[in-house]
């Protein structure tokens, strides 16, 4: 009731001081209803949905062109001029390591290994001989040591005549597949004439390049992927060997190489391929894609310290398959919202439904 009503309650001719007293006694009963209310009431926690923030690498993904060699390759030469009189291996066929693969004329060589194997069986026998007579005293020092030297070189002679010999077979270094030669029995070959390729293809060795950007991130025996050019080709595996020590000037980029698995032999030295490789740069916050917010100032996220939520700014790192990776002040464990977003403000009490 108002002050006016009151006093309009009561009729004229009632003392002002009754009306007085009336009056004191309903204010006093308004200050004790005043008092009889709560002074404060305590806002309960917003619901909201929580996750936890964990620390991820950036993973970046590398495409590149390599370019494959065998494991060991080479060019084989004639170390000898002279006439083709036998090809012993075709093209593509697997040889072992020793084995002749083109001989030439070697009659006058063999000649010398014979003659040099009489010599040496002479000059034994004569320091044989003079070894049995020397202490009768008909031989002196000076002449068996001259025998001695006679055996020496008669040895040296010997050898140096196989030696000749030898190289009248090319042989294979190590096992192979030979490539295509164009030799024939009865034609001419110098020291420059290129015999035939041999190469080990068991494993390739795959050559790129890479970014001067990831120098330092990159490790000996790490994993990459190769696939060649055609379509539905399924990725071979390899590990990394070799990382060139310096950067090119030119193209700002620097060599690496990678031994690939060759058992099948599907593959073959010389063939380009599509290298992939999987980097890892840095660590960084890990949170769903729903708690990114976005801002006047840019992209946040709301972190939940102490059951409040504060504003915390983020920078986008990455995208990984319903997640981000971000740039920001984010300690490894902490939560942020992931729903009920739209309510929140700095400070605010909140509490998490997830688990409900």
């Excluded at 291996?89 to 003659?115: P, S």
């Excluded at 992927?225 to 193209?251: C, K, M, Y």
Aim: proline fraction near 5%; aromatic fraction near 6%.
């Amino acid at each position: 009731m108002s002050f006016s009503r009151f006093i309009a309650a009561f009729p004229s001719r009632t003392t002002g001081l009754a009306c007085l007293l009336l009056l004191i006694a309903a204010m006093a009963g308004c200050a004790s209803d005043s008092k009889s209310a709560p002074a404060h009431r305590e806002v309960p926690p917003q619901p909201v949905v929580m996750e936890v923030v964990e620390w991820s690498p950036r993973r970046v993904n590398i495409e590149a062109v390599g370019t494959s060699r065998a494991m060991k390759s080479v060019t084989l030469y004639p170390e000898v001029s002279g006439e083709v009189v036998e090809v012993s291996a075709a093209a593509g066929e697997k040889v072992k390591a020793g084995q002749t693969i083109v001989r030439l004329d070697d009659r006058d060589q063999r000649l010398a290994v014979e003659i040099a194997s009489i010599e040496l069986d002479d000059a034994k026998k004569l320091l044989s001989r003079y070894q049995r007579t020397r202490s009768s005293g008909t031989v002196t020092e000076s002449a068996l040591d001259d025998a001695r030297s006679a055996v020496e070189r008669a040895r040296l002679n010997l050898d140096r005549a196989r030696v000749a010999l030898d190289y009248r077979s090319i042989k294979a270094p190590f096992d192979g597949y030979i490539g295509i030669t164009n030799l024939d029995p009865g034609a001419r070959v110098e020291t420059a004439t290129a015999i035939t390729t041999i190469d080990d293809r068991s494993k390739l060795l795959v050559t790129f390049q890479v970014p001067e950007l990831f120098m330092g991130q990159m490790q000996h025996g790490q994993s990459i992927a190769v696939a060649t050019w055609a379509n539905g080709s399924p990725p071979f595996h390899g590990t990394l060997v070799d990382i060139d020590s310096r950067i090119n000037p030119e193209t700002r980029t620097f060599a690496a190489r990678a031994l690939v698995d060759n058992r099948e032999d599907l593959l073959r030295p010389g063939m380009s391929f599509r290298v992939s490789l999987a980097l890892e740069a840095g660590r960084y916050p890990l949170i769903p894609e729903v708690a990114l917010q976005w801002g006047n100032d840019g992209a946040f996220v709301w972190g939940v310290e102490e059951g409040k939520v504060r504003r915390i700014p983020a920078t986008v790192v990455q995208r990984v398959q319903g997640a981000i990776l971000v740039d920001s002040d984010l300690p490894e464990g902490i939560h942020v919202v992931t729903e009920g977003t739209q309510r929140m403000r700095e400070g605010l009490s909140v509490a998490n439904i997830a688990g409900l």
